[in-house]
C-alpha cells in the first residue's frame, strides 16, 4: 500500500533529517511511528479495562499465592 503525507517544506526536512540521524528511510520512521502509537493506544484501553475491573474487585495476589493457586510449589 503507498500512502502521500502532504508536509511543509520545514517538517520534510525535520522528518527526513531526524529518520536519518536514525540510520532509516522515512517510510520506515512514519511506519515505526504509526505502529507505535496504534500499541500505546491499545495498551492504554488494556490498562484502562484492568483498573476498572480492579476497581470493581480490589483483590491482589502475593507471588508465592499465585504459585500455590497454579500448583508451582
Known amino acids: 500500500m503507498t ?10 526536512e525535520l522528518i527526513k533529517a ?13 511506519r515505526r511511528s504509526v505502529m507505535e502509537r496504534i500499541e500505546d493506544e ?3 484501553k488494556a490498562y484502562e479495562e484492568a483498573m ?13 499465592e499465585v504459585a500455590k493457586l497454579l500448583d508451582l510449589d
Open 3 to 12: 500512502i502521500s503525507l502532504r508536509l511543509n517544506d520545514k517538517d520534510s
Open 42 to 44: 491499545f495498551d492504554l
Open 18 to 30: 531526524y529518520a536519518s540521524i536514525n540510520g532509516m528511510s522515512v517510510s520506515e520512521l512514519v
Open 52 to 64: 476498572a475491573e480492579y476497581k470493581k474487585n480490589p483483590v491482589t495476589y502475593s507471588h508465592e
